[in-house]
């Protein structure tokens, strides 16, 4: 049986309150694409009023999934949740393009993922090499460089989970934790994960690295393939709970990852699977962000001390309108960086997910401008967020805006700090 639309937008009471703060009407100043006109679209399409054709498809995809109609919202209502389900549909009506089949295929198989990383590694050198050739071009024309730290990201050599042991230990802890690294941290930008180690070896915690930890399908759930998102996420809670009794914490240094595990997850199953709820609930209460974690659990904070460069930061979408987490990532900031704070950190910076990055990248451009330029105003050195994917799209954004902004994660930045101390 289909999902009934009409549960979520029979309740919309038309206020507007969302629409001045919704990622895509910002940049599309149509009432069609507004949470409300989405709504309006849904209760249509589930009336038989209107086809769930290419165009209304279309209009659909053009949504970020930001949650920003959400946080205004006075009924609190999920129109990301009811364009997941839609998105399922299209899925299953128009069926998936060939890349993203393959890209969820190696969400659902590490071994598959793993064999592509090394391949990916081993052919992107020639990537960068055509990339000197280009810059090497530009300076002879005096045009700006490419930066190699603003180019999308590298596949590293070792991931993250093949990097270091099971578990590292430390003398006389009074604490475990496990880390879940997500896929663009365990793949790409490894350091985050190097970063995370430290920390925690710093502060005398034992780190359990669960080896088998698998995708937490976050792009698979935005993009409707909800056959990923079933198998994974009932993996990964079985996974987890053979754990979950031996460890005080999962930290996730990722806000699309933990809010995935921890809130995403709970929507699906409440609708798809709920003989899974009485699990999630157990693990549920263990996850936290990473910053989140190390904030209220140990004394970090009192470890910084102020280093001479300055940062922004970004408040991930999935971290502090899904998850309430704003304050912890800036506490560390503020204590060891010069912070600028930006005009609106909470404005989303236009990921959007697969769709948005790869069809509709366009409006990825525009939103992620809006976001490039504030960034730029603050003149900050490093702009900071705690989420993998917010990376790729401020780095790209950065990167046309021209900006000298360079993407640090807070526990990179955080790590600096400690080891310039010592
Ligand atoms: S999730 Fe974001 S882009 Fe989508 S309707 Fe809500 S505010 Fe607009
Ligand atoms: S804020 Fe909520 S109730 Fe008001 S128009 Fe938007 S979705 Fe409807």
Not at 249 to 254: D, M, Q, S, T, Y
Not at 256 to 270: F, G, I, P
Not at 400 to 414: R, T
Request: aromatic share 12%; charged share 25%; hydrophobic share 40%.
């Amino acid at each position: 049986m289909g999902f009934d639309y009409s549960k979520i937008s029979d309740l919309c009471i038309k206020c507007g309150k969302c629409i001045p703060e919704c990622t895509i009407h910002r940049i599309n100043k149509d009432e069609v694409t507004s949470p409300r006109g989405f709504l309006d679209l849904l209760n249509a399409v589930n009336n038989n009023e209107i086809e769930l054709d290419k165009t209304t498809k279309d209009i659909f995809e053009s949504c970020f999934l930001c949650t920003n109609c959400v946080d205004v919202c006075p009924n609190s209502l999920h129109t990301d949740f009811a364009i997941e389900n839609i998105r399922r549909d299209i899925a299953d009506k128009f069926g998936l393009a060939w890349y993203k089949r393959a890209f969820f295929y190696l969400l659902r198989h590490r071994w598959a993922f793993d064999l592509v990383a090394k391949f990916g590694y081993m052919f992107q050198t020639c990537g960068f090499k055509i990339e000197e050739e280009k810059n090497a071009m530009r300076s002879r024309f005096s045009l700006p460089l490419i930066k190699k730290d603003r180019l999308l990201p590298s596949m590293k050599r070792v991931p993250f989970l093949k990097k270091y042991p099971q578990y590292i230990k430390a003398d006389k802890p009074d604490k475990k934790v496990a880390i879940f690294i997500g896929c663009l941290a365990n793949y790409n930008y490894v350091e985050v994960g190097d970063s995370l180690v430290e920390i925690l070896k710093i502060l005398n915690i034992d780190i359990f690295i669960p080896k088998k930890q698998m995708c937490c399908a976050a792009p698979a759930y935005f993009t409707g393939d909800f056959k990923t998102v079933d198998k994974l996420a009932k993996y990964n809670l079985e996974y987890f709970n053979e754990f979950i009794d031996d460890v005080d914490a999962i930290l996730v240094p990722e806000a699309t990852c933990s809010a995935m595990l921890k809130v995403d997850y709970e929507h699906y199953l409440q609708e798809y699977a709920p003989q899974y709820l009485p699990l999630h609930q157990k693990i549920k209460s263990k996850i936290f962000g990473a910053t989140e974690w190390l904030y209220a659990n140990t004394n970090l904070l009192e470890l910084l001390t102020k280093q001479e460069r300055s940062v922004t930061y970004h408040d991930p979408c999935h971290f502090r309108k899904v998850q309430g987490i704003y304050k912890q990532p800036r506490a560390f900031l503020q204590q060891a960086y010069n912070f600028k704070e930006m005009s609106d950190p909470n404005v989303c910076c236009g990921f959007g997910g697969i769709t948005m990055q790869t069809e509709k990248f366009h409006l990825a451009q525009k939103a992620g401008a809006i976001k490039a330029e504030m960034i730029d105003q603050t003149q900050a050195e490093f702009v900071s967020a705690e989420c993998s994917a917010c990376r790729i799209q401020i780095t790209q954004s950065l990167n046309e805006f021209n900006s000298s902004a360079i993407f640090k994660h807070p526990l990179e930045l955080i790590y600096q700090a400690l080891k310039n101390e010592n």
